[in-house]
């Protein structure tokens, strides 16, 4: 068997008047902010993409699409995972798990971890239990503390079957 381990990071400004989409789910921010980007701006699941593409070596999310492709305009993430799935599985390998924390000041995001896991994992064709899905606050320091934006950083374990030789 073969595996395979990727990291993946992503960052998204929080402004005015742009929903707020975290693993899937349409958020209320305190303060009425969202995250701002081409797409849905969903950096828990970019985050999630980028691990998996990184496993792989097959580059970031930029590459396979690019944010001044007008196909990618408000696109919902979690389709863009699953395309990215769909590379994996195309190359004979496997999702063994992600792992992820979201790093963000507000809202708190504990009451929405169960449904994070259960849209990701269904993006994906995995169980919830093959997807964690973590919060921390930044503590008050730094962009995320200032709350000038949302950070994610995922990791993605890919498992194949060797071919026999
Ligand atoms: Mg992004």
């Known amino acids: 068997m073969e595996l395979r381990i990727g990291n993946g990071y992503d960052i998204h400004r929080l402004v005015p008047g742009r929903p707020l989409i975290l ?13 701002d980007g081409h797409s849905d701006a969903d950096v828990l699941v970019h985050a999630v993409m980028d691990a998996l593409l990184g496993a792989l070596s097959l580059g970031d999310i930029g590459r396979w699409f690019p944010p001044d492709d007008p196909r990618w305009l408000g696109a919902d993430s979690l389709q863009l995972l699953e395309q990215v799935v ?40 995995l169980t919830p239990e093959q997807v964690g899905v973590k919060a921390t606050t930044n503590e008050g320091l730094g962009a995320e503390g200032r709350e000038e934006g949302i950070s994610c950083q995922a990791v993605a374990l890919l498992m194949r079957q060797a071919v026999a030789r």
């Open 23 to 35: 693993g899937g789910q349409r958020l209320d921010h305190p303060a009425g902010l969202g995250l």
């Open 86 to 125: 769909a590379l994996v599985s195309e190359r004979g390998w496997q999702v063994v798990n992600v792992d992820s924390v979201v790093v963000a000041e507000r809202p708190k995001l504990r009451p929405h971890i169960a449904a994070m896991r259960a849209a990701i994992a269904s993006s994906m064709g």
